[in-house]
C-alpha cells in the first residue's frame, strides 16, 4: 500500500519574460507506508520543488498544470480513503500540513522565527496541531530533545544563539513533534558533521519505525539516501532517469546517470582510483533541448536520444528507467 | 534583552545624547546672531535717549564678544537658566515648562497613532497585494502625503470648524468652561475635543509613510524561509501574518520611526502653528518672527532634548522587540 502516490507531475515555473522553467517534468513515483523513498540528483534538479509541491508551499510564479498527488490518510481531514492533495482547497491542506505530511528543512539557519524563542515555536506548533496542555507540550518537547540530542535548557534560547548543527537538530524536532504519517526529508542532515549526521540518521530511522511514518528523503549525497531509503529515485533535469530499490541501484543500475553517480562517489576500498566526474553540465531548464535530458553528457549516446525522449517505463518489478538503451 | 550591559549601553546612549544636544545648542547659538535684524529694536522706545539704548543692551549683554555671550549663554543652559523672555518678560524655562506637556501631548499621541495605524494598514495592504484594499489604501495615503500639512489643517479647519462646527478653530482649552471651576472629566473632554483635528492632522499626513514602510518590509518578510515554513507547518493564516510576518517586519519601521521624530518637529510647528495650540512650536514660531532671542532658543533647545530623548527610548525599546538585539 502506498502513502503517497505521484502520477504525471508538472510544475513549472514561470519567469520574468514569459519564460517557463519545467522544474518538474513528469514525474511518478510512490512511497510505500512506513517505507523510506529517496530522491538523488545534482543541485537544481527539482528535488526541492517536489517537497514544495507535495506540501503545496510553491511561491506565486510556479503552476501545476498536470498530475495527482495521493495520499492516504484522508481520515485527518475527515474523508475515507486516499485524497488527491491537489484538489484540496486551502483550509483543507492546513489540516494535511504537519498531521499529515511534516518536512524537515534544507538550509536550517532561517527556518526558525528570530524573535521566538525555539522551544515556544516547536510548543506552539504541537499545541496547534493535537490541541494538547502547556504541561503535555512541555513533557513532549523533552522527549523530542532527547531523540535529536539537544540540552532541553537550550530550548529557551533564541534562534540566534544557536550553532547551525542545532538548528537542524531543532527542526528535526520540530518535524517530528506532531508525529505525521509521512516526512520530507529535504537535505536534512547536510549542515550537520559526519558523526551528528550518522546518529541523527540512525534516530530518524528508529522513530519511523516506531511511529510507523513513511518518508521522503531528498538528498545530493548518494550515500546518505541510500542509507536510509528502501526505494531510490534518481533525477536529472526535473525528470526521473530511473527508480529502484537501494540494493538494485548499486548492483544493477540500467540508466547511464545513476552508473555515472554511482563512478563518482568515493568507495573506501579503492583506494587507487581516481575520482570520476561527469563530463558537461547540466541543461538549461529553460530552453530544454529535444530528446533525452541528459544525451549530451551520455558515454552511450544514440541518434534517436538526440530526437525523441525515452519513455519511462517499469522493467522489472519495481525498476523503472527512462533510456533507449533498454526499450 | 536587559542584563548586565544595559546600563552600560544606557550610559553610552545619554552621553552620546549630551553630546549631540551640544552640538545643537552651538548651532542654535550662532545661527541666531548671524540672522539679520537687532533683537533690541522690539523692546526700545524710539524715544529713548542713547545712553538708556545701551543700558538696556548692556544690561542684556549683547555688547559683549561673541565668545564671552556663548561662554555666559553655555553656563546658562547647563543650569537650566535660559534667561528672560523678551516678549513675556518672564524666565524662559518657566514658559516652555508651561508649553511642553501641550507639546508633548499632541507629539506623543500623533507618533503612536500613526504608527499604530501605518503598521496596522501596513499589515493588510502587504498580505492582500495586488487587492482592491491594497489600491485604495495607497491612493489614499499618497494623498495625504503629498500634501501640505498646513494646508490639510486649514481645510479642516474649514470644513470641520468654520462650515460644521463641530470642533473648535484652535486652542488647547475653552477658557469659558474652564472658569467656570468644571469637573476633571469635563476638562478632559474638552482637550480632547481641542486635540481632534491638530492630532488628526499630523497622524492623517504621516502614517501613509509608515504604511508603506510596513508593507515594503513585510513583502520582504514574508518571503523569508521562516514565514514560508510556517505555511508548510499549516499555522492558521492569522498566526502566520501576525507572528510571524508581520512581528519580524515591524522592526525597520521601527527604526524609521526614530527618523520620522525628528522630521515631525517641523511639521509640529507648523501644526501648533495653523491650530493656536499653545506648545513648544507655536512658541518657536511666534518667538522667531519677534526676534524673541532667548525663548527661541529655549524652544529649539527644547524640542531637540524631545527628539533626542525619544530615539533614546525607542532604541530601548527596540531591544524588547529584537531578541537579537543585545548590549554588551
Partial sequence: ???????????????????????????????????????????????????????????????????????????????SGKVDLLT???????????????????????????VYRVGDQIIEIMRYKDNISKEEANEKLEDLCR??????????????????????????????????????????????????????????KKIQKKLNMSMIFISHNLFTVSNISDQVVVMYAGKIMESCEKKKLFENSLHPYSIALIKSCLSINDKKNKLYGIPGEPPNLVFPSSGCAFYPRCPYAKEICKKIEPEYKEIEKKHFVACWRYI | MIHVGFTKYITRRI????????????????????????????ILDPKMTPEMKEMIRNSYGLNEPIFVQYGIYLKNIITLNMGNSFH????????????????????????????????????????????????????????????????????????????LGLFPIGGMIDYQLWSFNPSIIEKILDILHH????????????????????????????????????????????????????????????????????????????????????GIGYELFRSTMERDYPLAQGCFFMLSLITIVSVIVIDVVYSYLDPRISYD
Wanted: net charge positive; glycine share 8%; hydrophobic share 50%.
Fill in chain 1, 88 to 114: 484540496l482547497d486551502k483550509k483543507t491542506m492546513q489540516d494535511i500540513r504537519w498531521k499529515g505530511i511534516s518536512m524537515i528543512f534544507q538550509g536550517a539557519m532561517n527556518v526558525l522565527n528570530p
Fill in chain 1, 147 to 204: 531523540i535529536v540530542n539537544i540540552d532541553s535548557s537550550r530550548m529557551k534560547d533564541y534562534p540566534h544563539q544557536f550553532s547551525g548543527g542545532m538548528k537542524q537538530k531543532a527542526i528535526i524536532a520540530m518535524a517530528l513533534s506532531t508525529n505525521p504519517k509521512l516526512i520530507i526529508a529535504d537535505e536534512p542532515t547536510t549542515a550537520l558533521d559526519l558523526i551528528s549526521q550518522y546518529n541523527i540518521l540512525e534516530q530518524i
Fill in chain 1, 1 to 79: 500500500m502506498n502513502a503517497l502516490e505521484i502520477n504525471n507531475l508538472i510544475m513549472y515555473y514561470e519567469l520574468f519574460g514569459g519564460n517557463k522553467l519545467m522544474a518538474i517534468n513528469n514525474i511518478s513515483f510512490s512511497v510505500e507506508e512506513s517505507k523510506t523513498t529517496g530522491i538523488v540528483g545534482e543541485s537544481g534538479c527539482g528535488k526541492s520543488s517536489i517537497a514544495s509541491t507535495i506540501l503545496k508551499i510553491l511561491p506565486d510564479n510556479a503552476k501545476i498544470i498536470n498530475g495527482n498527488i495521493y495520499f492516504k490518510y484522508g481520515e485527518i481531514i475527515k474523508r
Fill in chain 2, 195 to 278: 486635540l481632534f483635528l491638530p492630532l488628526i492632522t499630523l497622524t492623517v499626513s504621516s502614517f501613509c509613510g509608515m504604511m508603506f514602510l510596513m508593507r515594503t518590509s513585510m513583502v520582504e518578510t514574508l518571503k523569508e524561509d521562516y514565514v514560508i515554513a510556517a505555511k508548510a507547518r499549516g499555522l492558521p493564516d492569522k498566526v502566520i501574518r501576525n507572528k510571524y510576518a508581520a512581528r519580524n517586519a515591524e522592526l525597520p519601521v521601527i527604526t524609521a520611526l526614530i527618523l520620522g521624530i525628528s522630521g515631525s518637529i517641523g511639521g509640529g510647528v507648523l501644526t501648533e502653528t495653523v491650530f493656536s495650540w499653545p
Fill in chain 2, 15 to 42: 552621553l552620546e545624547g549630551i553630546i549631540s544636544l551640544f552640538v545643537v545648542i552651538t548651532i542654535i547659538f550662532f545661527l541666531f546672531r548671524v540672522m539679520p535684524g537687532d533683537p533690541v529694536s522690539m
Fill in chain 2, 88 to 163: 513675556y518678560s518672564k524666565p524662559v524655562f518657566e514658559i516652555i515648562m508651561e508649553k511642553l506637556p501641550n507639546t508633548l501631548l499632541l507629539f506623543t499621541s500623533a507618533s503612536i497613532l500613526a504608527s499604530v495605524l501605518g503598521i496596522f494598514l501596513g499589515r493588510i495592504i502587504a498580505w492582500k497585494r495586488n487587492s482592491n484594499t491594497e489600491y485604495i489604501l495607497s491612493v489614499v495615503g499618497l494623498f495625504f502625503y503629498n500634501m501640505p500639512l498646513f494646508w490639510l489643517g486649514l481645510i479642516l479647519i474649514y470644513i470641520f470648524s468654520f462650515s
